[in-house]
């Protein structure tokens, strides 16, 4: 029986990113699909003419290879977003990163004084320990406003309380910047745009979905298949080889062999498809790996605009939505008719949760009374609405992942031909551009390369020798390290007290060894300063004594007041990446 060259399980991002690597490598690949479009949790799902994505998709990457197959694939369909998202708290709009001025006139002079009171004393007498993630914030922004702006938020995304979210957890993801790369920005003026400040994106005219067809379609002509309504509910294995996968099409199994295998389904139903089963602590720890869900409830308002945001953050604890995305605002060409607006309204949840199990009728409901409740439109203006359910929308970092993840992926290794990629697939928070880039990998080991497909958005940033050059920073750490280090007062003083002295008074005896008449009246000036000099042998004494003085003090202020500069400097940065890093962390949520 002939094989086919690579069987891949799933079409998201990271499915047909690996698919059409391989085309490009004349390797036809076969795609299965078990639902009825591309994309993944970034399709594009589309309700009488109105398109709206699973949460709103943003389109950037650090990688130059990924840009360029983006714009490669969509051209002036690709389109440049300038980023407006803002938190909604309390029937005010908040600027994102918190911007002082904006946030006083909206809390208000007395609320502002105390959450500055508060945030002082966090930083006079921070908690001493940071074990859970409410103690990170507070320790950095004061409890006032943690509970203002963070903990109501990461609440809704997570479902439990801060108190129970580790600390080392919210470090893990809050590092889209460097302290180092913001003062070389600051000093040199954008010599490198960290992912943080990352102001705009691009997306596609008509959602991401658009991207993933195009995709689909190029790897289609290249000869390759992709293969919808076909879930794959086995995987057979035999001396460490997988032989075939079987799948459903709908009416009847299938079976599919292969020389290599590509999934990106969950990591954990991964071990649970291979037959024969792996041993019981591997399908334990499958067990135990856990995703958050995810519900969108779009409502199709009968209304030109609401808000100029794409989405905002909702913050207030009265409502249950989280975030709300406005897609005409990623693209006009997301809704058929400018008279109406689409409004996804997004609720994050547990697969049969109460809220998951809430009929579309209920969510429905709930969300058009949330929208009049902040005051955006009136029930009686909702016209239309459309729910869509994901689960697995986020891989869940509790305390065990890392042990669980461990053991499947030591099992897994036991496959020469079975890879694992994309976000579920390696139960990692992988973005579109990850995602991709570890299917792309995938390919390529298929092809005989050797690649680290778990070393794609490990721990800090990914693939640094990708980065672009002008991510580069302008000086070495090093020097920037040795320019910002502080000076010892009482050593520059004395080194200052010395020089001063020593050239004072040597240039009292250069004087009197040339017997100079006008530059000796010049230095005789100094007695009015210096009491008791003389252009003598004991007067280069006294200079020197006088000099040192003087020198002394003033290397000191200097260097005091050089420091104190520095330090100010240094921790309005560090102040201001910490809240750019936070704007990171709620990104990705
Ligand atoms: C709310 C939200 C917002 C996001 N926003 C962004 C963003 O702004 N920018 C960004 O870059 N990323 C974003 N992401 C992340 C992005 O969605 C993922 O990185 C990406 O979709 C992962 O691609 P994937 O191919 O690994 O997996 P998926 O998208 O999950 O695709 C996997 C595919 O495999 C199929 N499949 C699974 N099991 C089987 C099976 N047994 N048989 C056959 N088929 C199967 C599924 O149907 C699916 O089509 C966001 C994610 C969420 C949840």
Redesign the pocket.
């Known amino acids: 029986m002939n094989k086919n060259p690579v069987v891949i ?9 690996a698919g059409y690597e391989l085309i490009k490598n004349k390797i036809s690949p076969v795609i ?4 009825n ?7 594009t799902e589309s309700y009488k003419g109105f398109h709206f ?9 650090k990688n130059d290879a990924i840009n360029r197959q983006w714009q490669e694939m969509l051209g002036p369909d690709f389109l440049q977003v300038k980023r407006l998202s803002r938190i909604y708290y309390q029937k005010k709009f908040f600027n994102y990163p918190l911007r002082p001025v904006n946030a006083f006139l909206n809390l208000g002079p007395i609320e502002s004084f105390l959450i500055l009171l508060s945030y002082c004393r966090a930083s006079v007498s921070p908690q001493p320990e940071e074990i859970s993630f409410e103690e990170w914030v507070i320790n950095r922004f004061g409890e006032r406003l943690y509970l203002t702006f963070f903990k109501t938020y990461t609440e809704k995304v997570w479902g439990i309380p801060c108190k129970e979210i580790r600390a080392d957890w919210a470090a893990q993801r809050i590092k889209g910047l460097s302290l180092f790369v913001a003062v070389s920005n600051a000093l040199f003026g954008g010599g490198q745009k960290a992912k943080s400040l990352v102001e705009q ?1 691009y997306y596609p005219k008509l959602g ?1 979905g658009m991207m993933w067809q195009r995709f689909k379609d190029r790897i289609i002509a290249g000869g390759g298949e992709v293969r919808f309504n ?4 086995s995987i057979r294995h035999e001396n460490g080889t997988i032989t075939a996968v079987e ?1 459903s099409n709908g009416t009847k199994a299938e079976k599919i062999n292969a020389e290599n295998f590509i ?4 990591i954990s ?2 071990v649970k ?1 291979l037959k024969p089963q792996p041993p019981a602590e591997v399908l334990e720890s499958a067990e135990q790996l856990a995703y958050r869900a ?1 519900i ?1 409830v779009v409502l199709i308002v009968d209304r030109p605009e609401l808000f100029p945001d794409q989405w905002l953050y909702v913050h207030s604890p009265r409502v249950q939505v989280g975030r709300i995305q406005n897609f005409k605002n990623w693209s006009r060409s997301m809704v058929p008719d400018q008279s109406k607006t689409s409004i996804g309204m ?1 609720y994050f949840c547990n697969v049969n949760d109460r809220t998951w199990k809430m009929a579309d009728k209920e969510l429905v409901a709930m969300a058009c009374r949330e929208m009049e409740e902040m005051g955006f439109c009136q029930v009686s203006e909702v016209i239309d609405s459309f729910v869509v359910r ?1 689960s ?3 891989p869940v970092y509790d305390s065990t992942y890392k042990k669980n993840l461990l053991n499947i992926r030591n099992y897994l290794d036991n496959f020469n031909n079975l890879q694992t ?6 139960h990692r928070y ?7 880039e ?2 792309i990998l995938a390919a390529k080991n298929c092809y005989g390369e050797h690649h680290d497909v778990w070393a794609v958005n490990e721990e800090k940033s990914y693939l640094e020798e990708d980065r672009p050059v002008k991510e580069i920073p302008v000086v070495p750490e090093k020097v920037l390290i040795r320019a910002f280090a502080r000076i010892d007062k009482f050593a520059f003083a004395v080194a200052l007290g010395t020089i001063c002295g020593l050239l004072v008074s040597s240039a009292t005896l250069w004087i009197i060894s040339r017997g100079g008449d006008v530059l000796n009246s010049h230095l005789r000036l100094l007695a009015q300063y210096f009491i008791g000099y003389t252009v003598t042998v004991k007067g280069a004494f006294i200079a020197f004594g006088y000099s040192f003085f003087w020198g002394f003090l003033f290397g000191w202020f200097f260097a005091y007041l050089r420091n104190l500069f520095l330090a100010v400097y240094i921790f309005r940065i560090k102040r201001k990446v910490e809240l750019m890093s936070l704007k990171d962390f709620f ?3």
């Open positions: 399980i799933g079409a998201g991002p990271a499915g047909l990113a299965l699909e078990r639902s479009s591309v994309g993944g949790i970034s399709r994505d699973i949460g709103g998709h943003r389109f950037f990457s994106f991401p076909s879930e794959v509910f799948y999934s990106s389904t969950p139903y991964l498809l995810f969108i997004e994901q697995h929308a986020y990629i994309g976000r579920s697939g390696m992988n973005n579109m551009d990850h995602s991709m570890t299917g990104d990705n949520f």
